[in-house]
């Protein structure tokens, strides 16, 4: 069983500050993902990593996907108040199902 | 182009009772996967169909089934329902069994068991 770490679990920063999430595991992923889920409704892909070493950039956004393919990081820059959510990371080792990370909720205060 | 749509959007049962959980694909994808999740947590992985048939199943008991019909939308169903069943119950479609990159959800089934 692939199990997916996220820290924080809970993260309550100012508008304008910057942030780090984390997603770590024992096993090596063939691709791991990473979701925001706003309340009542279900989570949306934000981007997709494959290459070991690979940093992605979406916006105020950063995904980097470990050497090793084991751990991911979501970074955020001048976080604002549209980007309170849970974030999600996933991983499909297996090609007929996603494993979900345990969810770091964030909170940006305005 | 509708996206995955999921029926009904809130559910109240009580504890012993049966519910069936509905959802359909988006336009183009085959496959459907259910998860349970509970507050605040990632999603847990209940079980996959693909051609109508279970393709892999993740750790829940046997009170936890499922249906995909030849239109590709899907079932859950749960039987003998317990406290702790309550939570939201997300259906994911994508294209074709190898699911590699991309899962589109719906907005959920809000269960609550009383």
């Known amino acids: 069983t692939q199990l997916l770490e996220q820290s924080p679990q809970f993260l309550s920063i100012q508008e304008g500050e910057n942030l780090t999430v984390y997603c770590n595991s024992s096993s090596v992923f063939s691709s791991l993902q990473w979701y925001r889920q706003e309340p009542g409704e279900g989570p949306v892909l934000l981007v997709t990593v494959v290459t070991g070493g690979e940093v992605k950039k979406l916006k105020r956004l950063t995904f980097q996907f470990g050497d090793a393919r084991k751990d991911s990081s979501l970074h955020i820059t001048a976080a604002q108040t549209g980007d309170t959510g849970l974030y999600l990371c996933a991983a499909s080792g297996g090609y007929q199902k996603v494993t979900f990370g345990t969810g770091t909720k964030l909170q940006v205060i305005p | 182009d509708a996206g995955v749509t999921q029926s009904p959007t809130h559910l109240i049962k009580t504890r012993g009772q049966q519910v069936t959980l509905r959802c359909s694909p988006k336009?183009?994808?085959?496959?459907v996967s259910w998860y349970q999740q509970a507050l605040g947590q990632g999603p847990q992985f209940i079980f996959q169909y693909y051609e109508e048939e279970e393709r892999q199943r993740g750790n829940f008991p046997d009170r936890f089934s499922g249906h995909q019909f030849p239109n590709y939308s899907s079932e859950l169903n749960v039987n003998a329902l317990l406290l702790g069943d309550s939570a939201l119950y997300l259906c994911?479609?994508?294209?074709?069994?190898?699911?590699?990159?991309?899962?589109?959800f719906g907005s959920g089934t809000q269960l609550s068991v009383l």
């Open positions: 994911a479609s994508s294209p074709g069994q190898v699911v590699r990159e991309k899962l589109f």
């Open positions: 336009s183009g994808h085959d496959t």
